[in-house]
């Protein structure tokens, strides 16, 4: 679910971007040369480091929630097992024939929420490495290519309302979903030999975009201040 809304979301504010761009280019000119294609391209794959290293924090968050709050809240309740076969009842003072069954044993349904706990933390260590190498891979060259003048771009700040919308419309569709369901699973009571999904993908994944999009949100701030602030300079 997290993978899914993230890899949407991206998609489609990457499309609304570029159309926004080809609307307006009779006010600004686009710089199709080599080094204006790279600058997106550093742009967007910052932005894809981001994501991943947002996912690495939403596995770590799901192990570490399931260590303290238990499996059965992050990652839903065992599995129901199969009931075997039983004799039926017979009537008062009567001597029961033999029951006999030729059905198999059904098999046991392993619990498998230990397993979805470690790979958890082995998917979310590794990515949030990868991912924070790969974003400060390309924000390094963003910085030699770019220069001083990265906060008074267009691009960049087309890159942080990107990322804000993303992040912030990933929070307020997980955030709330997963609450609600950590909350049922702790206040209300299941019926027997029923499964409920637990809430350990979308309470981790809102628990991860939290920051990232209030983080993205401070910078967009900050970039609005900026030309006030050059101007009082000047």
């Given at each position: 679910?997290?993978?899914?809304?993230?890899a949407?979301?991206g998609?489609?504010g990457?499309?609304?971007?570029?159309?926004?761009?080809?609307?307006?280019?009779?006010?600004?000119?686009?710089?199709?040369?080599?080094?204006?294609?790279?600058?997106?391209?550093?742009y967007?794959a910052s932005l894809?480091?981001?994501?991943?290293?947002?996912?690495?924090?939403?596995g770590?968050?799901?192990?570490?929630?399931?260590?303290?709050?238990?499996?059965?809240?992050?990652?839903?309740?065992?599995?129901p097992?199969?009931?075997?076969a039983?004799?039926p009842a017979?009537?008062?003072?009567t001597?029961?024939?033999?029951?006999?069954t030729?059905?198999p044993?059904?098999p046991v349904?392993?619990?498998?929420r230990?397993?979805?706990?470690?790979e958890?933390?082995?998917r979310g260590?590794t990515q949030?490495?990868?991912?924070?190498m790969?974003?400060?891979?390309?924000?390094?060259?963003?910085?030699?290519?770019?220069?001083?003048?990265?906060?008074?771009?267009g691009l960049?700040?087309?890159?942080?309302?990107?990322g804000?919308?993303?992040f912030?419309?990933?929070?307020?569709?997980l955030?709330p979903?997963?609450i609600?369901?950590?909350?049922?699973?702790v206040?209300?009571t299941a019926?027997?030999?029923?499964?409920?999904q637990?809430?350990?993908?979308s309470?981790?994944g809102?628990i991860?975009?939290?920051?990232?999009?209030?983080l993205y949100?401070w910078l967009v701030q900050?970039?609005l201040?900026?030309p006030?602030?050059?101007?009082?300079?000047?």
């Open positions: 679910m997290v993978v899914g809304l993230l949407t979301l998609i489609l990457v499309i609304a971007l570029l159309v926004m761009a080809f609307v307006q280019r009779g006010r600004e000119t686009l710089d199709f040369s080599l080094r204006g294609l790279l600058r997106v391209y550093l967007l894809v480091g981001i994501v991943v290293f947002t996912l690495g924090i939403a770590i968050a799901a192990f570490l929630l399931a260590a303290i709050f238990g499996r059965d809240v992050i990652y839903g309740g065992p599995p097992q199969p009931v075997p039983i004799a017979c009537p008062p003072n001597t029961c024939p033999p029951f006999v030729f059905a044993r059904p349904i392993p619990d498998e230990e397993r979805r706990q470690q958890d933390l082995v260590v949030l490495v990868f991912g924070g790969f974003w400060g891979a390309h924000w390094a060259a963003r910085k030699g290519i770019v220069g001083g003048d990265e906060r008074a771009s960049y700040r087309a890159y942080l309302i990107l804000t919308a993303v912030g419309i990933a929070t307020i569709v955030l979903t997963g609600y369901q950590a909350l049922s699973q206040l209300i019926q027997p030999g029923t499964f409920r637990g809430a350990g993908e309470l981790s809102g991860a975009t939290l920051p990232i999009w209030l949100l900050r970039a201040r900026t006030a602030a050059t101007t009082a300079v000047a």
